[in-house]
């Protein structure tokens, strides 16, 4: 069998490194992002598994001259030289190859930051098909002035004297081409790929259920693995991933906290002791939940009461299961942001982190090379519900911290039939599709109303709706007055306990998504 092709992308900080990784993986080959200090000898290892077409730089935010900027070594270029691989530097990486094969970087100047012209000079390589004027995303401060011996210049704009060079299979852009702003940025990578690299293109998401399963069969053999199956699409798709290939010795378990959404729960335990090849196991841990949530209020301490509740009950269950293998959804993202990037913990996201130390299981991670739509495409193909596919994303700690407040069966209560109501409603005008995700926060604010002839004096609903690429930032949705009115009007017909709704009107940042 043809070994998979595969461009490895070299980071260098730069925030749209990501996108440079799906971008390759939407034209077929696969991709994997490695840490700036990798060595030759990593790429070597990778040779082995995968038929390497080529490396990318990415871009960063340092300059390429000042001490500990992130590097790689003159070796480094001298070995992707010696093996004849392809190389594309994008932004700092399209410096950072001229300065290190001789050329010139100085500060720009005048800062190049949006949408700029170029002047396509060659149309050749990676410019192939494209026009002599083309609109490009720029983003930087420093300029390539100057290149060495066995360069040609390809590009210029007014800002950047050399917007793009190559030397052989070796290129240089200054501008992001993954980004959609850059007009013909995915023309420009498919050439990368497929005229410099010289790619077939043999990377298909189909190919992957076949052979994760394979991969799963070999490692697990007539071992038992186990599941903290969230109900989410990541540790839905995983299950059902291993199931297929170990069937009835894969025990799925699902906790319920008394934190999850309207009719969850049931629909859960349908999808999963119906449809699929394993044993599932709900424990009603309500009672425990409410207990330890009693009387916390700190937002830090109500999320880590629930992770570490969540973790005992799930250790105990384990202890009575005698697994060999303990299967998570881990995602690409996941594994990239903790491994690589590091970020300001903003709040402490309590899903299963911290069950494999305890456990002391092996590690099955059947979606660790995955983006999130290629997870929901996967799921779907393995007869996973619409529902769960293409599920929102819900917090760990579910209505937990959209409760601002003592969380108990009560107050859960009250959020969850907002919850459903917010849900119903939108999901009814088709909006959902175009929102990252929609929800009620109960407040701790009781006012003062009439309903009826009556005086009022009830709780508020806070409605947070979103719209978001990636959760990291996030804009609140301008929603239709009439089904904001509908919601509100429900509400409070509905609910007893509420006699107030209101809009959230923040973005993220200053606001984050959800309220603790
Ligand atoms: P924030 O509130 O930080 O949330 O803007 C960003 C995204 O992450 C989700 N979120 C969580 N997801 N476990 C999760 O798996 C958690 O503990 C958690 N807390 C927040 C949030 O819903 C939003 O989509």
Redesign the pocket.
């Known amino acids: 069998m043809a070994k998979t092709e595969l461009i490895i992308i070299i980071d260098f900080g730069g925030q749209y490194c990501h996108l440079i990784a799906r971008r390759i993986r939407e034209n077929k080959v696969f991709s994997e992002i490695l840490p700036y200090f990798a060595k030759t000898s990593e790429i070597d290892g990778f040779r082995e598994k995968y038929d390497l077409k080529g490396i990318v730089f990415s871009g960063g935010p340092c300059s390429v001259y000042e001490k500990n900027s992130p590097a790689v070594s003159r070796e480094f270029l001298e070995y992707v030289e010696k093996n004849n691989i392809p190389l594309l530097g994008i932004c700092y990486g399209h410096q950072l190859i001229a300065h290190l094969m001789g050329g010139k970087v100085v500060p720009g100047g005048r800062k190049e930051y949006g949408i700029t012209e170029i002047s396509v000079d060659k149309k050749v390589g990676i410019f192939k098909g494209l026009s002599s004027k083309e609109r490009v995303w720029m983003s930087h401060g420093d300029n390539v002035t100057d290149l060495s011996k066995g360069f040609e210049e390809l590009a210029h704009s007014d800002n950047a004297p050399i917007a793009a060079y190559r030397k052989g299979d070796i290129y240089g852009i200054q501008f992001h081409p993954e980004v959609v702003h850059t007009v013909h940025g995915k023309e420009i990578l498919k050439n990368f790929v497929y005229e410099v690299c010289k790619a077939k293109g043999n990377w298909e998401m189909g190919d992957f259920v076949k052979e994760s399963v394979e991969k799963i069969k070999k490692k697990v053999g007539s071992g038992r693995a186990l599941i903290a199956l969230s109900g989410g699409v990541d540790s839905s798709t995983a299950a059902v991933l291993v199931s297929k290939a170990v069937g009835m010795n894969l025990t799925a378990v699902y906790v319920d906290t008394g934190l999850m959404r309207k009719n969850e729960s049931e629909s859960i335990e349908k999808t999963f002791t119906k449809g699929f090849d394993l044993n599932f196991k709900l424990v009603d841990a309500k009672e425990r939940f409410f207990t330890a949530l009693k009387g916390v209020t700190d937002p830090e301490k109500k999320?880590k009461t629930i992770g570490e509740l969540f973790i005992r009950v799930f250790e105990e269950e384990a202890k009575k299961i005698k697994s060999d293998y303990l299967v998570q959804g881990t995602i690409y993202p996941d594994r990239i942001e903790s491994g690589i990037q590091s970020a300001a913990t903003?709040?402490s996201?309590?899903?299963v982190g911290g069950l494999p130390e305890k456990l002391g299981l092996s590690i099955i991670e059947p979606l660790a090379d995955l983006y999130k739509d290629e997870v929901r495409i996967i799921a779907k193909k393995i007869g996973l519900p619409d529902e769960i596919a293409n599920r929102h994303?819900?917090?760990?700690?579910g209505l937990a911290?959209r409760i601002i407040g003592e969380v108990n069966p009560e107050s859960t209560r009250i959020v969850r039939e907002a919850d459903y109501i917010v849900r119903e409603e939108i999901e009814k005008t088709g909006l959902d599709k175009d929102l990252?995700?929609y929800f009620a926060v109960l407040l701790p604010v009781k006012s003062v109303g009439v309903q009826g002839d009556a005086r009022t004096y009830c709780n508020t609903i806070a409605l947070r709706i979103v719209q978001s690429k990636d959760?990291m930032t996030?804009n609140f949705a301008e929603m239709p007055w009439n089904l904001l009115e509908k919601i509100s009007t429900r509400i409070t017909n509905e609910i007893p306990e509420v006699n107030r709704v209101v809009y959230d009107l923040t973005h993220?940042p200053p606001g984050?998504?959800?309220w603790e």
Do not use: C, L, S, V
């Open positions: 999320r903003i709040k996201h309590h899903n994303p819900f917090p760990g700690p911290i990252w995700q959760g996030a993220k984050t998504i959800e």
